[in-house]
């Protein structure tokens, strides 16, 4: 039976009263990647935001074990907790590092990398919130072309995102997947399919981000939804090398086409200053992969 | 004192410093092993995968990318209760140095093997101790092997010293001098070593079943837990930490003593005496260095000096309280550094000068930076320099603020 | 100096509710379902249970009628942009401060 809101685990993992803004997609995400793992998960984390979300000492706001790790650490740190377990034969839990954007696309990429491609047993997410949000929003490599940051304070960024998604496929690891935690019955899913695969996972996540990326905390959903529609992000997983779409994205490719990019960059104060010119760069980039991942698809 | 309780006799073994160290891993069971190439320690992480491969150690060998994610898997590995070792020189260990903290912060028995090597800029691959030495202030046991056995025998101490007191320990041996040397090691067997050495009790450990967070965000200040208990504040967490070191004093010289009982090579004291009962000059020095000072003493004595040796063998937790009485009846002390701080002196001498502050200890004391990249110290500078030094015992002699090199400048 | 009572000798931390106090008393306005329109009010068994899904805090109780812990909700409004019933509206906190109403800012 497909997983649906009416049958999916009333088990929470997320403890009421987190540090989290309202209308956090993090606090959303996490809470469905832990019930999808029920609980028996070890997770490591960088500094980011979740570290936000797990409180400070002497009290925790999730009921799983948890050691943060230094912010270039993440993949190394996963790959200690994999061995200790390893050498001491528990076999029964996994093992989960959840870093932000920059703990994966900037300063966490060397450990990462070097743990792809030692084939480490874990579970890599990446909540992509495309900027350093937990220390005011300054540019990161995930950050859009055009979107005001912290440090992109008037022009907006310059650059093009770097494509993480791409990078980890290249390391040839078992999993990857592209989700987003304004779809969480599809994030869910792909959470469990990587709980059973073993190798190095990778689970890229979508989290708006209603402060940093200026919107109206309520809009958290809509933003997703309208990235998707647009193709901003698109929804899909890569099992062993063949592609599917998933979920929204995969109903687009089935009957429908792709709504303008401007739609979704026009709901966010932090593209305020963006040209026409990054606007249609950005849609050119946006067609570029969608008709990649339309050549690619195996599932349509 | 031979113990009957041993499984067998000597078993000596032509080693180098490298493979004592890997040696010692071994022994000590250890269960997770993760290390990255830098000359001179390459040899430790190619052993050590050797044992693993070859079946004679089960444990996980893990060939990390860097130096900083080489702790990083210690350190988890730690947490979820395994035996964790790693090595390193130099480069790496700057490289580590975040980790140092963290790994000393989360009270970690992890056990690190330094093969002492200068730093950059400029490269160099040779030995001296500015690597170890810029680690002084992360929390870190420091102890200084001046002969291969020494770092066979302390790998195996560091385990039981860590262990004890939570804090992690870096054995520290100089690099070629003792790394690439070869030298006769009694190698201990398994089942003493098993005997001294028992299996690791974690202090934390990370299980679903009872879920802990470790290192979140600490508050300055006390704050109170879900069981309305009043839990530390960061400056608690880091005093339990100096309180820790301070404390270690005793284990360290203990399991010294333990280790000596079982394997007839005491190590009861935190520093090594050579000649020191009736001498008026102490030359002090940390590592191999110690070993060539001996010889320069010899030579001195030869001419009417009465001089002697003091050793460091353990850095940090710093020996002050036991230094006192070893350094009572000198006049002069030679202090020679293969280490410099820049803009002040040699690590070793400020140590030596604040130990002695306030203990009616007038000796004067004399600074000599040496043997920095691998230059060679030979005894005989070692005894010119205490020749060049013996006018600062005359009344109104010189006293040298700032130390003096031994080098071309 | 150091705290009796406290044996850690790491940043040891234990999951606790609250970890940042009554977040309720952030919000500036509150989720308000009409049991008329709310699909498994209506329906009186289990089914939607959209703005379940979609709670970042998982405030949201899965029963019939569905309730919202007050106590801790932020008042982000996500709940009521997924309701499909519109269902779920959001009133400004100055409209319930004449209430006797314990779940209401203290």
């Given at each position: 039976?497909?997983?649906?809101?009416?049958?999916?685990?009333?088990?929470?993992?997320?403890?009421?009263?987190?540090?989290?803004?309202?209308?956090?997609?993090?606090?959303?995400?996490?809470?469905?990647?832990?019930?999808?793992?029920?609980?028996?998960?070890?997770?490591?984390?960088?500094?980011?935001?979740?570290?936000?979300?797990?409180?400070?000492?002497?009290?925790?706001?999730?009921?799983?074990?948890?050691?943060?790790?230094?912010?270039?650490?993440?993949?190394?740190?996963?790959?200690?907790?994999?061995?200790?377990?390893?050498?001491?034969?528990?076999?029964?839990?996994?093992?989960?590092?959840?870093?932000?954007?920059?703990?994966?696309?900037?300063?966490?990429?060397?450990?990462?990398?070097?743990?792809?491609?030692?084939?480490?047993?874990?579970?890599?997410?990446?909540?992509?919130?495309?900027?350093?949000?937990?220390?005011?929003?300054?540019?990161?490599?995930?950050?859009?072309?055009?979107?005001?940051?912290?440090?992109?304070?008037?022009?907006?960024?310059?650059?093009?995102?770097?494509?993480?998604?791409?990078?980890?496929?290249?390391?040839?690891?078992?999993?990857?997947?592209?989700?987003?935690?304004?779809?969480?019955?599809?994030?869910?899913?792909?959470?469990?399919?990587?709980?059973?695969?073993?190798?190095?996972?990778?689970?890229?996540?979508?989290?708006?981000?209603?402060?940093g990326w200026r919107f109206s905390f309520g809009d958290t959903i809509r933003m997703g939804e309208l990235a998707v529609q647009t193709g901003w992000i698109v929804l899909y997983e890569v099992e062993d090398g063949a592609f599917r779409l998933t979920s929204a994205s995969e109903s687009i490719a089935r009957k429908g086409s792709l709504r303008p990019v401007r739609e979704y960059l026009m709901e966010q104060g932090r593209f305020n200053n963006i040209t026409e010119e990054q606007i249609s760069e950005l849609q050119e980039r946006v067609n570029a992969r969608w008709k990649r991942c339309l050549d690619r698809v195996t599932n349509l | 004192m031979i113990n009957k309780k041993l499984d067998r006799k000597a078993d000596i073994q032509i080693l180098d410093g490298n493979h004592a160290a890997a040696l010692g891993a071994k022994l000590s069971r250890v269960q997770v092993i993760a290390a990255y190439p830098i000359t001179p320690q390459s040899p430790v992480t190619e052993s050590l995968s050797e044992f693993v491969e070859g079946g004679d150690l089960h444990a996980e060998y893990i060939a990390v990318e860097s130096e900083h994610s080489a702790m990083a898997v210690c350190t988890s590995a730690s947490l979820v209760g395994a035996r964790t070792f790693t090595a390193t020189s130099s480069h790496g260990l700057a490289y580590m140095h975040e980790m140092l903290h963290w790994v000393a912060g989360t009270r970690l028995p992890v056990v690190l093997a330094c093969v002492n090597r200068a730093i950059g800029a400029p490269w160099n691959v040779q030995n001296d101790q500015q690597d170890s030495i810029s680690q002084r202030d992360t929390g870190w046991i420091q102890i200084y092997a001046r002969n291969n056995q020494e770092i066979l025998d302390s790998v195996i101490q560091?385990?039981?010293?860590?262990?004890?007191?939570?804090?992690?320990?870096?054995?520290?041996?100089?690099?070629?001098?003792?790394?690439?040397?070869?030298?006769?090691?009694?190698?201990?067997?398994?089942?003493?070593?098993?005997?001294?050495?028992?299996?690791?009790k974690p202090h934390a450990i990370l299980d679903p079943a009872n879920p802990r967070n470790y290192n979140l965000v600490t508050l300055a200040n006390p704050r109170v837990n879900a069981d309305g208990i009043l839990c530390h504040?960061?400056?608690?967490?880091?005093?339990?930490?100096?309180?820790?070191?301070?404390?270690?004093?005793?284990?360290?010289?203990?399991?010294?003593?333990?280790?000596?009982?079982?394997?007839?090579?005491?190590?009861?004291?935190?520093?090594?005496?050579?000649?020191?009962?009736?001498?008026?000059?102490?030359?002090?020095?940390?590592?191999?260095?110690?070993?060539?000072?001996?010889?320069?003493?010899?030579?001195?004595?030869?001419?009417?000096?009465?001089?002697?040796?003091?050793?460091?063998?353990?850095?940090?937790?710093?020996?002050?309280?036991?230094?006192i009485e070893a350094l009572s009846k000198a006049r002069l002390i030679v202090v020679f550094d293969k280490n410099i701080s820049y803009g002040s002196e040699g690590a070793t001498c400020s140590e030596i000068k604040s130990a002695l502050y306030g203990n009616r200890i007038n000796a004067v004391i004399r600074n000599f930076i040496v043997g920095l990249g691998g230059r060679d110290v030979k005894a005989r500078e070692i005894a010119d320099a205490v020749r060049k030094s013996l006018p600062s015992l005359e009344e109104g002699g010189p006293n040298i603020e700032y130390p003096e090199w031994i080098c071309h400048m | 100096m150091v705290a009796k009572s406290c044996t850690h000798i790491c940043g040891e931390s234990s999951p606790g509710i609250g970890e940042a106090g009554k977040t309720g008393e952030w919000r500036t306005s509150r989720p308000v379902i009409d049991p008329g329109k709310c699909i498994p009010a209506k329906r009186g068994k289990p089914s939607c249970?959209?703005?379940?899904?979609?709670?970042?805090?998982?405030?949201?109780?899965?029963?019939?009628?569905?309730?919202?812990?007050?106590?801790?909700?932020?008042?982000?409004?996500?709940?009521?942009?997924?309701?499909?019933?519109?269902?779920?509206s959001m009133v400004n906190e100055g409209e319930f401060c004449s209430e006797q109403d314990g779940l209401n800012r203290s």
């Open positions: 039976m497909k997983t649906n809101a009416v049958n999916l685990t009333e088990k929470e993992y997320l403890l009421p009263g987190n540090r989290t803004c309202p209308g956090c997609s993090l606090s959303l995400a996490y809470r469905h990647i832990l019930k999808a793992l029920e609980g028996q998960v070890i997770v490591t984390v960088p500094a980011s935001c979740l570290t936000v979300l797990h409180g400070m000492y002497p009290v925790t706001s999730v009921d799983v074990p948890c050691v943060n790790t230094p912010f270039a650490s993440t993949g190394a740190s996963a790959t200690g907790l994999v061995a200790g377990l390893k050498a001491l034969g528990r076999k029964d839990v996994t093992v989960l590092a959840i870093a932000g954007d920059g703990g994966t696309y900037d300063i966490g990429i060397q450990a990462l990398s070097g743990a792809a491609e030692r084939q480490e047993d874990f579970i890599f997410v990446c909540y992509d919130n495309e900027g350093y949000m937990n220390t005011g929003n300054q540019r990161s490599g995930s950050t859009p072309l055009g979107a005001i940051s912290g440090t992109t304070p008037m022009l907006g960024k310059q650059q093009n995102q770097k494509d993480m998604l791409a990078i980890m496929e290249a390391h040839g690891i078992p999993y990857v997947a592209a989700a987003s935690a304004t779809h969480p019955l599809d994030l869910y899913e792909k959470v469990r399919k990587a709980k059973t695969i073993k190798g190095t996972r990778f689970i890229h996540v979508f989290t708006p981000c209603p402060p | 560091a385990y039981k010293i860590a262990e004890s007191v939570y804090v992690p320990v870096m054995v520290c041996y100089d690099g070629y001098i003792l790394s690439h040397t070869e030298m006769p090691v009694d190698v201990p067997s398994q089942g003493d070593v098993d005997r001294f050495l028992p299996p690791y504040g960061y400056m608690e967490i880091r005093y339990l930490l100096q309180e820790a070191l301070q404390k270690s004093r005793e284990t360290i010289i203990n399991v010294g003593q333990e280790f000596g009982k079982l394997f007839a090579r005491s190590y009861a004291n935190m520093f090594w005496e050579d000649r020191l009962d009736d001498a008026e000059i102490v030359i002090v020095a940390m590592g191999s260095l110690a070993m060539e000072a001996t010889v320069a003493v010899d030579m001195l004595r030869e001419e009417g000096h009465r001089v002697g040796v003091l050793s460091l063998r353990v850095f940090r937790p710093f020996p002050k309280d036991y230094l | 249970f959209i703005c379940w899904l979609y709670c970042p805090e998982a405030l949201i109780s899965k029963t019939i009628p569905v309730q919202i812990d007050l106590e801790y909700c932020k008042g982000c409004g996500i709940c009521m942009y997924v309701c499909p019933a519109q269902a779920i």
